[in-house]
């Protein structure tokens, strides 16, 4: 059966042009310019994931997102026309799965709604799994720590909120302290193998993953870049 995506957008071009791409790829497509037709939408035949724009009038993204976390958890990517830290941030907080900024790619957007849907599955059959089955094993660095499992990040004990492409670079960086990846290799972890992305994308993700270990942390340095070459992760 395919899976059901929710596009709530104020902009109807960007409604059909991203629905377009979704039918394309198998998926069914239902779109709401109105987010509060969304809002009853949702709770009445709930999506397998929601795309929301943040900046809509009348109910922004934010509020829609708050309204829905109160009779479901299903994952919602939003859109955002700005780097807004402060809107990620909150988003995030209040359970949203990954951030695209607009203008983005469809192709991209296609593949992080893929990754989401992957790794839903994933813990929906290991919660059906016998329960003795292992959990993925928490990765320690010094004052990191990462539980995939739950993803969840902490440094010195307080928690670091960052997307699903986020986690999943500093994951990488984080299993081979010192150890220099290359930002194809960092884009090898994030994207799959169909989706075609700039590698500059990649100092993108490690300037946000900085930004937000130091609104923690204003001394963080553990991200250390070697130009010409890539990153690599200082356990400290």
């Known amino acids: 059966m395919s899976q059901v995506i929710a596009l709530v957008d104020d902009d109807r071009n960007i409604l059909t042009s991203v629905s377009i791409a979704l039918q394309q790829e198998g998926f069914v497509a239902r779109v709401y310019s109105d987010p509060m037709v969304a809002l009853k ?3 009445d035949n709930p999506p397998d994931l929601g795309v929301f724009d943040i900046k809509m009038p009348g109910m922004d993204g934010m509020e829609l997102l708050r309204r829905v976390r109160e009779f479901s958890s299903i994952p919602v990517i939003f859109l955002t026309s700005k780097d807004d830290e402060l809107d990620e941030a909150l988003g995030l907080a209040m359970g ?6 607009k203008p983005f790619s469809q192709r991209l957007l296609i593949a992080r709604i893929r990754a989401i849907l992957r790794r839903q599955e994933l813990e929906r059959g290991e919660a059906a799994a016998d329960s003795a089955e292992p959990e993925p094993p928490r990765l320690e660095r010094g004052r990191l720590v990462m539980d995939p499992a739950r993803h969840k990040v902490l440094w010195d004990g307080r928690d670091v909120s960052l997307t699903v492409t986020e986690f999943l670079i500093l994951e990488a960086l984080a299993q081979r302290p010192g150890v220099v990846k290359s930002r194809n290799q960092l884009l090898d972890v994030a994207y799959s193998d169909d ?25 963080f340095d553990s991200i250390e870049t070697l130009y010409g070459v ?4 200082d356990e400290q």
Do not use: Q
């Open 96 to 101: 949203a799965d990954d951030y695209i900024s």
């Open 41 to 43: 939408a949702i709770c």
């Open 230 to 233: 890539g990153y690599r992760f």
């Open 195 to 219: 989706v075609y992305v700039d590698d500059r994308t990649i100092d993108s993700h490690i300037k946000r993953i900085r930004r937000k270990f130091r609104a923690v942390d204003p001394t």
